[in-house]
């Protein structure tokens, strides 16, 4: 199983400097890189300091230049917001300036909030039509003199320009959740990323047996490559760990409330939530967080990833965002790369 690093640019407060954080964003893709990682990913998100990334190979290209060995993925960009041609072209230039390390990762998107305000009025299942339709259009792009006649987009004999320079361009992935998204990553010889978000173990299984599933279902196929990307925190001691589960469940009640997007938004941040507000949570807590994202000392760690690894996942990649001061997400890492990864060379 291989590692990489799930990293974005957060701003929790206006007192925040923004290139101060940017930097601290680039230092950890730095650690990675050096600590043996797989690949760094990042993704596209608008109007939200929650998480600050408005076009992620932008900053591909430029960890490029500070990086030398890890693949640079999008974890994600979001398919409504891009016309084929253009996705195709951007991609491709970045995949040339990094040298071909490009992973192009896809989703429909799931924040309301960026919907009403790039897209006002589309929904979740017209997002997931956009994904299926960009997709295969971005391949023919790459390899050139495409006629596309779909639902949402029509253009002309076209070609990618640039061209990438992996040959058939670069690897794609598939956000998926549903047995539809995985039988249609599968069809279209993508590779897939999952997400439990805090849902569990059980939520890890489940998705590994749509995967499987879908690779059942389409034998003609050659069997993708499935990522798991989870929240992680390693903790030098137990009361490390507990604190590393307070700032997640913090994080995570943050994130629902953007999800809901019913708290008023100004200067790109959302209104703070009280701590009796966090207490109250129906289904997050503290303890919650430590049974179902990966957090623990090295040694928990180390088993919980040795069973992810059995059911047949191919990377794991370490999702950093936290809302956790800079040094504690170094430290965690870090401790990462030096006391957990060993155990998988």
Same mark, same amino acid.
């Given at each position: 199983?291989?590692?990489?690093?799930?990293?974005?640019?957060?701003?929790?407060?206006?007192?925040?400097?923004?290139?101060?954080?940017?930097?601290?964003?680039?230092?950890?893709?730095?650690?990675?890189?050096?600590?043996?990682?797989?690949?760094?990913?990042?993704?596209?998100?608008?109007?939200?300091?929650?998480?600050?990334?408005?076009?992620?190979?932008?900053?591909?290209?430029?960890?490029?230049?500070?990086?030398?060995?890890?693949?640079?993925?999008?974890?994600?960009?979001?398919?409504?917001?891009?016309?084929?041609?253009?996705?195709?072209?951007?991609?491709?230039?970045?995949?040339?300036?990094?040298?071909?390390?490009?992973?192009?990762?896809?989703?429909?998107?799931?924040?309301?909030?960026?919907?009403?305000?790039?897209?006002?009025?589309?929904?979740?299942?017209?997002?997931?039509?956009?994904?299926?339709?960009?997709?295969?259009?971005?391949?023919?792009?790459?390899?050139?003199?495409?006629?596309?006649?779909?639902?949402?987009?029509?253009?002309?004999?076209?070609?990618?320009?640039? +061209?990438?320079?992996?040959?058939?361009?670069?690897?794609?992935? &598939? @956000? %998926?959740?549903?047995?539809? $998204?995985? /039988?249609?990553?599968?069809?279209?010889?993508?590779?897939?990323?999952?997400?439990?978000?805090?849902?569990?173990?059980?939520?890890?299984?489940?998705?590994?047996?749509?995967?499987?599933?879908?690779?059942?279902?389409?034998?003609?196929?050659?069997?993708?490559?499935?990522?798991?990307?989870?929240?992680?925190?390693?903790?030098?001691?137990?009361?490390?760990?507990?604190?590393?589960?307070?700032?997640?469940?913090?994080?995570?009640?943050?994130?629902?409330?953007?999800?809901?997007?019913?708290?008023?938004?100004? +200067?790109?941040?959302?209104?703070?939530?009280?701590?009796?507000? &966090? @207490? %109250?949570?129906?289904?997050? $807590?503290? /303890?919650?967080?430590?049974?179902?994202?990966?957090?623990?000392?090295?040694?928990?760690?180390?088993?919980?990833?040795?069973?992810?690894?059995?059911?047949?996942?191919?990377?794991?990649?370490?999702?950093?965002?936290?809302?956790?001061?800079?040094?504690?997400?170094?430290?965690?890492?870090?401790?990462?790369?030096?006391?957990?990864?060993?155990?998988?060379?």
């Amino acid at each position: 199983m291989k590692f990489s690093l799930f990293a974005h640019m957060e701003r929790i407060s206006s007192d925040e400097d923004q290139k101060k954080l940017y930097d601290e964003f680039v230092e950890l893709c730095k650690i990675a890189d050096r600590g043996g990682m797989h690949a760094v990913w990042t993704g596209e998100h608008h109007g939200m300091n929650f998480t600050i990334a408005p076009n992620p190979m932008l900053n591909l290209v430029d960890l490029a230049r500070h990086t030398k060995n890890v693949r640079l993925g999008t974890g994600t960009v979001i398919a409504p917001f891009w016309h084929p041609i253009r996705l195709a072209g951007e991609a491709a230039m970045t995949d040339i300036i990094t040298d071909g390390r490009l992973e192009l990762g896809i989703a429909r998107g799931a924040y309301s909030f960026e919907y009403e305000r790039l897209m006002p009025g589309m929904d979740a299942w017209e997002a997931g039509q956009r994904m299926r339709e960009l997709v295969p259009a971005v391949k023919a792009l790459w390899k050139g003199d495409y006629e596309h006649d779909g639902e949402f987009h029509k253009f002309p004999k076209t070609t990618s320009s640039p +061209q990438p320079m992996q040959q058939d361009g670069p690897p794609v992935w &598939i @956000a %998926a959740r549903d047995p539809n $998204s995985h /039988e249609f990553a599968v069809q279209q010889g993508c590779n897939v990323q999952v997400t439990p978000l805090w849902n569990g173990d059980k939520e890890i299984n489940d998705l590994m047996g749509k995967f499987n599933d879908a690779c059942k279902k389409f034998p003609d196929k050659p069997r993708p490559k499935i990522m798991l990307l989870l929240h992680t925190y390693v903790g030098d001691s137990e009361e490390d760990v507990k604190q590393g589960a307070v700032e997640l469940n913090r994080f995570y009640c943050y994130f629902g409330a953007w999800f809901m997007n019913k708290r008023d938004v100004s +200067q790109g941040l959302i209104d703070p939530l009280t701590d009796d507000e &966090i @207490a %109250a949570h129906p289904f997050y $807590s503290p /303890e919650a967080m430590e049974r179902d994202l990966v957090i623990g000392t090295p040694e928990t760690v180390i088993k919980r990833l040795k069973a992810y690894e059995a059911l047949g996942y191919d990377e794991y990649s370490f999702w950093i965002d936290s809302s956790m001061p800079f040094e504690r997400k170094k430290a965690s890492l870090e401790r990462f790369i030096n006391d957990v990864m060993p155990a998988f060379a």
